[in-house]
């Protein structure tokens, strides 16, 4: 880890130069008022002296040096050793020699030791951020966000907090951190059915709720939007989900084809080609068997008239949502849709895969209820359901 003190007449001066040697990844360690030495112990200035940090195996982000004014800022290097004093190589090293070296550079080895302080508070656990922003910090840790993410999010606050002079509110840092959140996973589509494709089809691991979802994503097309709906379902491999598709169906007086092989989708297709929206329920099965997916391929046409929904509960482990994703990645996945988030309290799993997989959300399902129970997913409601905003 590289790290470095700068001194600075104001934050943002100080920011700027850190962003400029270090890069937009470096960590904030410590910030402290210090005033330099006037004449005869008048007209003091007061600078800001900033200790920073970055992984040495993290590239910088920025190289450019800021330009300088009428005079430099004082720029003092942490990692740099006190100037050796010439010995001959073959004679040992003498201890004395070492201690009058040290003692020769008295202000290098008292920052020296600062900086050892600083870096051993910060390993208890002490907070290197304001108050403000560690609650955030914390907050977001809570919700296990990547720490990759929490770390931009972070150091986007840090350099608002110190533009905005140190004093703003814990509630204008939670509007920030809504908008950086919102930014990091904004450009995928979001929303529910556009009712540009005829079929829907939903796929996912046994046990997360992709029958109770099909479900409430049909009854709100037919109650709301009119439209001709029909069920097709390819899990055979459980009485139980046939019969509860089934039941759903009677209810909206829809019909259901069962299917066994390609030829009864094809039959099934030709069946219900006068309706206008096909709903697909899939058999949930072991996610790490790959057979599971060459299966589906060979049963299901994925064709152009196709929207296919991945559904993954949030009672999840991450580590399993990941595995589970790139397994179906075979499958072209236009949207997820995450349940069960009246069973968790936590939620960064939402943000963690949009950001890596570069896919939307379509719905968010909160209870068993059908039809109710599921709402469209926008940013704005994922990101204050992480912050524990209520208002959209």
């Known amino acids: 880890m590289k790290v470095k003190k700068y001194i600075a007449t104001s934050m943002p001066e100080a920011m700027k130069m850190i962003r ?8 904030i360690l410590n910030s402290k008022v210090v005033q330099t030495k006037g004449v005869f112990g008048l007209f003091r200035k007061k600078n800001f002296e900033v200790i920073a940090a970055i992984d040495s195996q993290v590239p910088k982000t920025q190289t450019m040096k800021p330009k300088e ?15 050796p004093i010439k010995q001959e190589v073959a004679k040992p090293v ?17 920052e020296m030791k600062e900086l050892r302080v600083a870096i051993k508070a910060i ?11 560690q609650e955030i910090n914390q907050l977001l840790a809570h919700q296990e966000i990547n720490p990759s993410i929490r770390k931009k999010v972070m150091s986007t606050l840090m350099e608002k907090w110190y533009l905005k002079t140190e004093n703003a509110t814990f509630g204008e840092v939670k509007g920030w951190t809504k908008e950086c959140l919102a ?9 529910g059915l556009t009712f540009q494709k005829k079929y829907i089809n939903v796929v996912g691991p046994t046990g997360v709720g992709k029958t109770t979802t099909i479900a409430k994503i049909a009854a709100d097309s037919m109650l709301k939007d009119k439209k001709k709906i029909a069920f097709i379902t390819t899990d055979t491999f459980r009485i139980a989900a046939i019969e509860q598709l089934k039941t759903y ?3 909206l007086s829809a019909p259901v084809e069962v299917c066994y092989s390609f030829d009864d989708f094809k ?25 599971y997916i060459d299966d589906l391929n060979n049963l299901i046409h994925f064709s152009n008239d196709m929207e296919t929904f991945l559904v993954l509960s949030l009672t999840s482990k991450m580590s399993d949502m990941k595995v589970i994703y790139e397994q179906f990645s075979k499958i072209a996945i236009s949207k997820f849709i995450f349940t069960k988030m009246d069973e968790t309290a ?8 949009i950001a890596d997989s570069g896919i939307g959300v379509a719905y968010l399902t909160n209870g068993q209820n059908v039809p109710d129970d599921i709402v469209v997913a926008t940013p704005t409601l994922i990101t204050n359901t992480i912050l524990g905003v209520d208002e959209s």
Not at 69 to 83: A, F, G, L, R, Y
Not at 123 to 133: K, R
Not at 271 to 283: G, L, P, Q, R, S
């Open 183 to 191: 930014s990091i996973i904004s450009g995928v589509e979001y929303g």
């Open 267 to 291: 039959k099934a297709k030709e069946a219900f080609k006068d309706y206008d929206v096909i709903f697909i329920d899939t058999a949930g099965r072991n996610f790490r068997n790959e057979k």
């Open 69 to 83: 004014k009428n005079k430099k800022p004082t720029v003092i290097d942490i990692k740099s050793e006190p100037i």
């Open 20 to 27: 400029a040697e270090l890069g937009s990844d470096a960590v």
């Open 249 to 251: 169906a009677k209810i």
């Open 123 to 133: 390993s208890v656990d002490s907070s290197p951020y304001p108050a403000p922003l």
């Open 346 to 353: 936590n939620y960064g799993a939402m943000v963690n895969l």
């Open 94 to 110: 003498n201890t004395q020699q070492v201690k009058d070296r040290s003692e020769s550079t008295p202000d290098l080895v008292k």
